[in-house]
């Protein structure tokens, strides 16, 4: 439990973080050996290998902001703060992905009371076997479209949340499957 809370304040205070960094999207400066701009449909390589996928154009690599030592998060941006995409790799689990992902509903139900859950499936990415779950979260009266993924890398929980603007739900449902679809996991 305190692993899905753990994530959703990470998100939160990336979403924070993205907005507050409209000054330098232009800084072009290498962060750990990564570049601080992504270019249109980059492929990214994470975990050593492990996760590839594509991003769409426009967002930045923001990890460095987050003034945290959590070892193998990735944040990624645009520059309005209104497209994220966090990937987290977690403790090990011996739980299911259908029990973490019921309590990840069930933590969202408590902080926005008007959550509406689109979907809650299970998904095949390139062999690997995921948990979906697609809400519209209500925060300070702004409506955002949140596909979380959940799947186990070598018995880790590996949480990749993606955040869209939900204005129109639709669109933001087809702009985070299309991220979805370019997920490969390597074993």
């Known amino acids: 439990m305190r692993k899905v809370v753990r994530l959703m304040a990470i998100s939160l205070l990336a979403l924070g973080l993205a907005a507050c960094d409209g000054a330098n999207?232009?800084?072009?400066?290498p962060v750990n050996?990564?570049?601080?701009?992504?270019?249109?449909?980059?492929?990214?390589?994470?975990?050593?290998?492990?996760l590839t996928?594509?991003?769409?154009?426009?967002?930045?690599d923001q990890s460095s902001k987050l003034n945290s030592q959590v070892n193998n998060r990735y944040v990624y941006a645009d520059s309005s703060g209104q497209r994220v995409v966090i990937v987290l790799l977690g403790d090990k689990t011996s739980e299911s992905l259908e029990v973490l992902v019921q309590r990840l509903e069930h933590?969202?139900?408590?902080?926005?009371?008007?959550?509406e859950v689109l979907s809650n499936k299970t998904i095949d990415a390139n062999g690997t076997p995921m948990r979906q779950l697609n809400t519209i979260i209500t925060d300070n009266g702004q409506k955002?479209?949140?596909?979380?993924?959940?799947?186990?890398?070598?018995?880790?929980?590996l949480t990749i949340q993606i955040i869209l603007p939900a204005d129109n739900p639709q669109q933001a449902q087809d702009e985070a499957?299309?991220?979805i679809n370019t997920l490969k996991?390597?074993?």
């Open 144 to 157: 955002s479209y949140t596909s979380t993924l959940l799947a186990l890398v070598d018995d880790n929980l």
């Open 53 to 60: 996928f594509s991003l769409p154009n426009g967002m930045a």
């Open 107 to 115: 933590q969202l139900r408590t902080r926005d009371a008007n959550l």
């Open 25 to 29: 999207k232009d800084n072009k400066q």
């Open 177 to 179: 499957q299309l991220i």
């Open 185 to 187: 996991f390597s074993k």
């Open 33 to 50: 050996g990564t570049p601080a701009s992504t270019p249109a449909n980059q492929t990214l390589s994470l975990l050593d290998g492990k």
